[in-house]
């Protein structure tokens, strides 16, 4: 579903991706960790064209962008659909309603009709637990159910990979719960998912592979068991004898 090919990024002289290559199957489940400043972020905003990598290629889905060639506004459009993207802040619209906020996408960028996506969106609200909440507008819900609203609103568009920066680290800790409980639903769903988490039980439950990014490189990968319980790498250790509580 996911090919990464020498993805190199650059932010004026500092290298922040050195070379990352990544394939990830069809409703797999990666996660990334990495300390503060490593290019965790930088990597998922490559991967939604947020960002423009410097050097390499990446395919998703049928799409397909080699950032060694020029790359033109329509092609970077119609590869981002691939995939939708829930943001550590939430970064939902302030003066829009639960439900305004699932269905701005589909009808502004999509230009789907309006009775269907008013239909997709009360039945993602409801999916992600939020089917009483339809009319409220963001400053009345918790950080969880904005951070649900985030991920229904990132569904609406149909992507085929979802991306996840850091979903739950701006929650108290007693709403971290109700959101990773929606994303191992989607896991198991067979959603094909790249997140960067701290959050150790999520990854130890849902994830296929963990890879473990520093300084713009991918250290050490494998299975949440290999990582977690045997890590090879003396940085590896390192970095999880800070973060194991
Ligand atoms: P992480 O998410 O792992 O904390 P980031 O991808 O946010 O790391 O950042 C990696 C490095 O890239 C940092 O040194 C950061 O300062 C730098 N960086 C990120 N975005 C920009 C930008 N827009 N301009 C310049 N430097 C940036
Ligand atoms: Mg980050």
Do not use: W
């Amino acid at each position: 579903m996911i090919s990464v090919k020498g993805l190199k990024k650059k932010f004026n002289q500092l290298e922040v991706l050195k070379g990352i290559d990544l394939e990830v199957g069809k409703g797999k489940v990666i996660v990334l960790i990495g300390p503060s400043g490593s290019g965790k972020t930088t990597f998922l905003r490559c991967l939604n064209a947020l960002e423009t990598p410097s050097d390499g290629v990446i395919s998703i889905g049928d799409e397909k962008l080699d950032f060694s060639n020029s790359i033109t506004k329509k092609q970077v459009a119609s590869f981002r659909r691939q995939t939708g993207m829930v943001f550590q802040s939430y970064n939902l619209f302030p003066h829009m309603t639960a439900l305004e906020n699932v269905m701005e996408g589909p009808i502004t960028v999509k230009k789907e009709n309006k009775e269907q996506v008013l239909s997709k969106a009360k039945s993602l609200l409801q999916k992600v637990g939020l089917g009483d909440k339809l009319d409220y507008y963001p400053f009345q819900l918790s950080g969880g159910q904005q951070q649900r609203v985030g991920i229904a609103r990132a569904l609406a568009m149909e992507p085929n990979v979802m991306l996840f920066d850091e979903p739950t680290s701006a929650l108290d800790p007693e709403l971290v719960g109700e959101v990773l409980k929606v994303m191992k639903d989607l896991a198991n769903e067979g959603m094909t998912m790249v997140v960067v988490t701290h959050e150790m039980r999520f990854a130890k439950e849902a994830a296929d592979e963990v890879l473990f990014l520093d300084q713009g490189v991918i250290v050490e990968r494998g299975t949440p068991e290999q990582i977690f319980t045997h890590p090879k790498e003396a940085r590896t250790k390192q970095f999880l004898s800070l973060i194991e509580q």
